[in-house]
């Protein structure tokens, strides 16, 4: 299975601050992309692959999809239990009676920390699903500011990846 970095640091549970119990947006619907049965992905033959590369085979394409499907699951996982986190910071904050300054602020950056770490994880599900319907639908492996591949090898490393290197780098200098 090919292994990928994630741009968000997932957290356990059990490393949330003490008390921690959450409230913000809802979590992912129960219809997200991790609940829906599994659609057939699009034909490995057809997803584009740069010059020299081999050809999707389905095994690797039905193991990214398994991959991106697993992750969805993961990031709605992480995103109830920050939200949850949240809520327990947002009723422990209107409890501040007898608490000094650094006890306040230390709420409200724990506060904070944790409406950060679901915001990325709302963003990163979103592209985990747009990822996986590109995958059984149109445009996966291809960038979308040139049209050109993305490369084999980059949608397996990173599956949410929607643009070549060349149009990534360029993005960056920005």
């Known amino acids: 299975m090919v292994r990928h970095k994630t741009e968000a640091v997932a957290r356990p549970a059990a490393a949330r601050p003490s008390g921690s119990r959450a409230r913000t947006a809802p979590a992912a619907p129960a219809d997200s992309a991790a609940d829906t049965p599994p659609e057939a992905p699009a034909a490995a033959g057809t997803l584009p692959v740069r010059p020299g590369e081999d050809p999707w085979t389905e095994a690797e394409v039905a193991e990214l ?6 992750e969805a699951a993961a990031l709605g996982a992480e995103i ?19 608490d000094d300054q650094v006890d306040a602020g230390t709420k409200n950056i724990s506060r904070e920390h944790e409406l950060s770490l679901a915001a990325n994880a709302r963003d990163m599900l979103a592209q985990t699903e747009r990822a996986l319907a590109r995958l059984t639908g149109t445009g996966f492996g291809l960038c979308e500011s040139c049209g050109e591949p993305i490369g084999k090898a980059r949608v397996q490393a990173f599956p949410r990846a929607t ?12």
């Not at 109830?80 to 007898?98: F, H, I, T, Y």
């Not at 643009?163 to 920005?174: D, F, G, S």
């Open 65 to 70: 999809r398994t991959e991106l499907v697993a």
């Open 80 to 98: 109830a239990a920050s939200e949850e986190a949240v809520s327990g910071l947002m009723r422990d904050s209107g409890d501040g009676a007898g």
């Open 163 to 174: 643009l070549c290197v060349q149009c990534k780098a360029k993005q960056e200098r920005r």
